[in-house]
Structures are given as structure tokens and as C-alpha cells.
Antibody, heavy 120, light 106 residues
Framework: EEQLVESGGGLVKPGGSLRLSCAASGFTFNNYTMNWVRQAPGKGLEWVSSITDSGTFTYYADSVKGRSTISRDNAKNSLYLQMSSLRAADTAVYYC?????????????WGQGTLVTVSS | SYELTQPLSVSVALGQTASITCGRN??????VHWYQQKPGQAPVLVIY???NRPSGIPERFSGSNSGNTATLTISRAQAGDEADYYCQVWDSSTDVFGGGTKLTVL
């Protein structure tokens, strides 16, 4: 069974940094593009970032570009999101998701999410 | 920027058919995907590439996409279908979600 487990969320002060992790199991991790998607409290889904299967190409939403870095370690079946200069607007549940087909972009498996709260 | 327009809410009587739309100019030329999200849970893919159902999704869920509107149709609506539904498109190296539609089953 495909499974994704996020970790690394928590309370951080404005201007601070955080590294989120996503541990994958039950499938061949290096065959999949991977995404981060977030959801602010009471709001809709917002795509954050994508990384291709080999890690060669990365993509970012304008809202996090320049402040975030997506990466992966295929040997460890793990996905990461390094976030810096955090703002209150970054407060959200962060989900990782698998993307079986890069060109169509649908997200087939999602983790349960990790909550990031940016507050002083 | 690429935006997808969904109605804020849709209501359907138990056992009837609900339609949730996702609008954008020429969306018919894109692959549209749909997700269901229940309170406190992660999203679940219910339709991909306009009209394909993942394994485990009931046949009551179907999708179409043409012109300026993509549509998620839920037939024989059940109480358990009450949730938020989001459409999504990957375009020009950017993922975009619609604002979400709350489906209420009466």
C-alpha cells in the first residue's frame, strides 16, 4: 500500500525557518514526481512546489519562490521542503503527494499532513 | 495567472444527481482532476484526466470536460459524499486548484 508520512511541522516565529519531511513507502519512490500542497485553516488547497522523479527539475508557486527549496533523497525514499523567512500567511497544513504522470499532474496519493504555525 | 472558478456550494437531495463545475477559458484543452476532502482528512483523488476513476472510487463519480467548463457528476448521492470538492489543472509548470465547492446532501 502506498503511504506518505509528513513530519517536521510545528510552531515557528515570523522570519524563522523549518524543514518538512515526507517519508514514502509501499511504492517505487524514484518513479514519481512529488508535490507539496498546503491548506491554510478554513481555506482551500494551494500547490506549493513540485520535483521531478530524478530531482532534476523543480517548480515553485510564486508565494514561496525564493524562500523555499524542494529536494528529495531517492535512496532514503524521502521528500523535503526547506522553508525560510516564514510569514503568518505560511500557516497551513502541508501535504506531500505523489504525481504518477508529470504531464497531466494529478496527485494520486496524499499524506495526512503536518501543521506549520507561524506566530510570535 | 491561471484561475479555476468553482461554485462555493452545491446542494443535492439524497439519491439525486449533483454536478460541480470548474470554469476557465478553454479548459477543455487541459487535463482536469478532481479531489474530495472531508473535514479533518487529506484530499482523495476521485477523477483524473477529465473522466478517469482511480481504483476504489465508485462508478457514481464521473467527469467531463469541454469548452470552458469541466464537470464532476455524482449520481445517486449519498450522505457520505458530503465533502469539499476541488478541481485541479497542471499548466505551464504550475499547479492550480479551484477554490473548492462544498457539497451538501439534503
Amino acid at each position: 500500500e502506498e503511504q506518505l508520512v509528513e513530519s517536521g511541522g510545528g510552531l515557528v516565529k515570523p522570519g524563522g525557518s523549518l524543514r518538512l519531511s515526507c517519508a514514502a513507502s509501499g511504492f517505487t519512490f524514484n518513479n514519481y514526481t512529488m508535490n507539496w500542497v498546503r491548506q491554510a485553516p478554513g481555506k482551500g488547497l494551494e500547490w506549493v512546489s513540485s520535483i521531478t522523479d530524478s530531482g532534476t527539475f523543480t517548480y515553485y508557486a510564486d508565494s514561496v519562490k525564493g524562500r523555499s527549496t524542494i529536494s528529495r533523497d531517492n535512496a532514503k525514499n524521502s521528500l523535503y521542503l526547506q522553508m525560510s523567512s516564514l510569514r503568518a500567511a505560511d500557516t497551513a497544513v502541508y501535504y506531500c503527494a505523489t504525481v504518477p504522470d508529470f504531464w497531466s499532474g494529478y496527485m494520486s496519493t496524499w499524506g495526512q499532513g503536518t501543521l506549520v504555525t507561524v506566530s510570535s | 495567472s491561471y484561475e479555476l472558478t468553482q461554485p462555493l456550494s452545491v446542494s443535492v437531495a439524497l439519491g439525486q444527481t449533483a454536478s460541480i463545475t470548474c470554469g476557465r477559458n478553454n479548459i477543455g484543452s487541459k487535463n482536469v482532476h478532481w479531489y474530495q476532502q472531508k473535514p479533518g482528512q487529506a484530499p482523495v483523488l476521485v477523477i483524473y484526466r477529465d473522466s478517469n476513476r482511480p481504483s476504489g472510487i465508485p462508478e457514481r463519480f464521473s467527469g467531463s470536460n469541454s469548452g470552458n467548463t469541466a464537470t464532476l457528476t455524482i449520481s445517486r448521492a449519498q450522505a457520505g459524499d458530503e465533502a469539499d470538492y476541488y478541481c485541479q489543472v497542471w499548466d505551464s509548470s504550475t499547479d492550480v486548484f479551484g477554490g473548492g465547492t462544498k457539497l451538501t446532501v439534503l
